[in-house]
Structure formats: C-alpha cells, structure tokens
C-alpha cells in the first residue's frame, strides 16, 4: 500500500529587511524603490505620521522601522539626505497601481464609429443611419460616415458629397463637422465630433 504523502508547510519568506535580495516572482514589477538594507544613505530624512519627522542614521530609521513591523522606503532618492517614509511596502505599491488605474479610466477614450451609405441610399436607409449617428455621438463617439463607391458608381461622386453634407446639416444639433467630404480612392468620407454639453 503506498504512504501518503506528508504535508510540510512552506518556511515564511524573509521579509525585505532581512537582507536577502528576494527574485521578482514571475509577472510581478521590480521594485521601484530601495527599500530596508537596499537604501545606500548614510542618513535619511524620516516624514510621515507614524514617526518623528527629522534626519535619522539609516540604522535608527531601519531600527524604527523594525519596531513597527514595517518597511523603510525611500521615496525621493535625489533630495539631501534622501526623504524616507516607514510603511508597508506591499500596500503602498498596491496604492499606487490602483491609482495609476483611475488615472488611465479617466484619460478619455476617443471612440469613432463607422456609418456606410451607398451614393444611391434610399430615405428609409438614410433615415435609420441617421438615427444611429444621434445615438452615437449623444454617447461622445466620433462619426466617420463614408460614401462607398464600387466600379463605375465613382461617376456619382457628387452624388456622394450631397448626401454627405445633407448628412451632416441633420445632425447639426448633436455633432460639428470636423472634417468636410473628402474623397480617398473609392470612399468619400465625412468626420463628425459630438457637440460638447
């Protein structure tokens, strides 16, 4: 019969101030700043709530850091001396990557929708892109709306430009026109931008 296997935990790991260089664990950054026996300082400047602020040896500052069970990180490396904070190294860099998120979700997203008519588009088609195009740039996204010529239609080409700019006379009240009908080999194409609220 075959024995079980037996179960031993894992020891700890060390924390950063033991000394050891802990490996990046595979998709995880490097450490962007020197933390504990990394910082190089002969002295640094200790700000923060958890502490007396003032000029430290870097031994009482890992000393104090020590006592709370916490990390010594660097974070301005160029001042004189060096500024240091006393924190828990994982959850400020957990802080910064989530601030780092709102600030990307806040950077706007251009969105440009595509709308395609043919230079012979029947009212019933003209009038259900057209509702489309509202909804679109009711939502902030941009309208590119192209007139696509195939074989011998490019002879209707100013076909083509009347419907664009009847198109953009309709919407009028949701977008400004950004870029006026502009023929690029077989699609005459027309830009508009949602009118700001």
């Given at each position: 019969?075959?024995?079980?296997?037996?179960?031993?935990?894992?020891?700890?790991?060390?924390?950063?101030?033991?000394?050891?260089?802990?490996?990046?664990?595979?998709?995880?950054?490097?450490?962007?700043?020197?933390?504990?026996?990394?910082?190089?300082?002969?002295?640094?400047?200790?700000?923060?709530?958890?502490?007396?602020?003032?000029?430290?040896?870097?031994?009482?500052?890992?000393?104090?850091?020590?006592?709370?069970?916490?990390?010594?990180?660097?974070?301005?490396?160029?001042?004189?001396?060096?500024?240091?904070?006393?924190?828990?190294?994982?959850?400020?860099?957990?802080?910064?990557?989530?601030?780092?998120?709102?600030?990307?979700?806040?950077?706007?997203?251009?969105?440009?929708?595509?709308?395609?008519?043919?230079?012979?588009?029947?009212?019933?088609?003209?009038?259900?892109?057209?509702?489309?195009?509202?909804?679109?740039?009711?939502?902030?996204?941009?309208?590119k709306a192209y007139v696509f010529f195939k074989g011998r239609s490019i002879l209707f080409?100013?076909?083509?430009?009347?419907?664009?700019?009847?198109?953009?006379?309709?919407?009028?009240?949701?977008g400004k026109v950004e870029q006026m009908p502009l023929l690029e080999g077989k699609r005459m194409i027309i830009m508009l931008s949602p009118?700001?609220?």
């Amino acid at each position: 019969m075959a024995k079980k296997p037996v179960y031993r935990p894992r020891p700890a790991a060390p924390r950063p101030n033991s000394g050891s260089q802990r490996p990046a664990q595979a998709g995880q950054p490097k450490e962007q700043h020197a933390i504990n026996d990394r910082i190089r300082a002969q002295q640094v400047r200790l700000v923060g709530d958890n502490v007396e602020q003032g000029i430290y040896s870097i031994q009482q500052a890992l000393r104090m850091a020590d006592e709370q069970e916490l990390d010594l990180v660097e974070i301005s490396p160029n001042a004189e001396p060096p500024v240091c904070k006393i924190l828990d190294y994982q959850k400020f860099l957990y802080q910064q990557k989530k601030h780092q998120k709102e600030q990307k979700a806040k950077a706007v997203k251009v969105v440009v929708k595509e709308i395609r008519f043919g230079p012979q588009t029947d009212d019933h088609d003209y009038n259900f892109k057209l509702k489309h195009a509202i909804g679109f740039l009711q939502e902030g996204a941009k309208v590119k709306a192209y007139v696509f010529f195939k074989g011998r239609s490019i002879l209707f080409k100013e076909q083509g430009e009347v419907l664009l700019l009847r198109f953009a006379n309709d919407l009028e009240d949701y977008g400004k026109v950004e870029q006026m009908p502009l023929l690029e080999g077989k699609r005459m194409i027309i830009m508009l931008s949602p009118k700001k609220k």
